[in-house]
Every structure is written in C-alpha cells, then in structure tokens.
C-alpha cells in the first residue's frame, strides 16, 4: 500500500513515522523497500527484533548491566517457580503474537495455584516456549513507570526526554493520561549503554519502573516508535 501510495502520489522523501508495533514490524521487514520512496527512521529488522523478542532483549540489557525484573522460562505448565516471588507476570516473548492468541499482554497470577491455571489456558493457544514469567515489581505508591525517550543514530543518543507516568489506563499497566516531564540520572546512565549494544537509530521509549526493594529502576519494555504522549517531548 505505501509503495502504490508513493507512486500514484509522487510521494518522495516524507517520513514514515510508525504508531503502533504492527508498523514498525512492517516498516523494519520492508525497509530497503520502502527507503526507494521514503525516509525511514525505524531500524531494520535485526534490531528490532532484539526489541520484540523480549528474551534478547532482557539478555542484552543484563550483560550491560542494565538491571531487569527475576525472569524465568517456563516450558510447560508443571514447571516451578525457581527464585521468584508473587505476584508475578506472564507474557510472551513477541507481545504482538501473544496478544492476537490470548486476547491478553499479561497474565497476573497471585499464587502458584492461579499460575498453573493461567499457563494451562495458554498452553491451549500459545506455545509456553514462547513466553517468559516476570516478578511484578511491588508498587508503594510513589514509585510511578518512568518514560526514558531518545532519538539515536546508529546507538548514539542525540536528544532525550524523560516523563513520568502519573496516572494511566488500564492502571499499572497502561499509558499515560496524566503524566510530567523529570529528569531521572539512573534511567540516562542505563539507557545509554543498552542503545549503544542495540545500535539502535530513530525514536525510542524505554520504560523503567523503580523496584522499591533495592531502589533499582529496572528496565520493562522498550517502544520503538511514538507513542500516545510523545507531544510532552518538547523544548
């Protein structure tokens, strides 16, 4: 559609700006393509499936030091947890699979009776190879999901930004509707060996949520795209 778009048109040099994780997978597998008629800022597919598979990215940020919640791989739905405490998260590997065969991001689970339950419906749609379970980081109240947005070239970080979450939807787990721009010295330090090891170009999110029992703020996700409230990121 965008390259008939771009010819019927006389579409040449606009920039795609993806929205939405469904368009950045697009634009990244079509990307030499798409380049004949536009600027594309959203890396190629070898990065940004670092991003989206969530288990590559969690071992690029631990062997840069980049702390991240207790992971462990479950494989079937007898496994234990090894070392992690309720409450605890499960999700998949790629969100967007995940999401289109579960109908969920998340599965919450408060005790180990309710995760086996959970990982036996899953187990019926998605394979449980694909997934990884999560400790849920405890909220005290303060401790709010902080946004650490870069523009980059080839790793290279070349403005920031920073907000905090102060209300959001669903709760805990969604974007924000209320939110303030901070500066959080731990979450550029983190970031910014984390794009260098991605060799990541274009706009980014990274989202960070501060652990209140050592204080670390441990890297959640990262969006590579805009995202709703990218219009507080200004001068």
């Known amino acids: 559609f965008l390259v008939e778009l771009a010819i019927k048109e006389n579409i040449n040099g606009w920039v795609l ?24 800022i959203t890396p190629g597919h070898d990065v940004i ?3 989206y598979d969530k288990s590559k990215l969690l071992e690029i940020a631990r062997t840069n030091g980049i702390p991240i919640p207790k992971t462990q791989y479950i494989k079937n739905s007898t496994d234990q947890l090894n070392g992690l405490e309720f409450h605890v998260l499960t999700k998949g590997r790629f969100g967007l699979s995940f999401y289109k065969a579960t ?34 980081i405890p909220f005290d109240g303060t401790n709010k999901t902080i946004s650490f947005t870069a523009f980059c ?37 983190q970031s910014t060996p984390l794009l260098k090891a991605l060799n990541y170009t274009g706009v980014c999110e990274v989202e960070y949520l501060k652990d209140p029992r ?17 219009g507080l990121a200004k001068e």
């Open 17 to 40: 700006i993806p929205s939405n994780d469904h368009a950045v997978y697009t634009i990244s597998k079509h990307k030499s393509q798409l380049e004949e008629h536009y600027k594309v």
């Open 214 to 230: 050592d204080n670390e703020f441990k890297l959640i996700e990262i969006n590579a795209r805009t995202w709703l409230w990218v």
């Open 153 to 189: 070239i080839d790793g290279v970080i070349k403005t920031y930004w920073m907000g905090e979450k102060l209300r959001e939807h669903p709760i805990r787990f969604g974007t924000a509707t209320f939110a303030k721009s901070v500066f959080v010295e731990e979450c550029l330090h």
């Open 49 to 51: 499936d670092n991003i």
């Open 103 to 136: 109908g969920k991001k998340a599965f919450f689970a408060k005790t180990q009776n309710v995760l086996k339950t959970q990982l036996r419906e899953i187990e019926q749609r998605f394979s449980l190879e694909k997934t990884f379970t999560q400790e849920l």
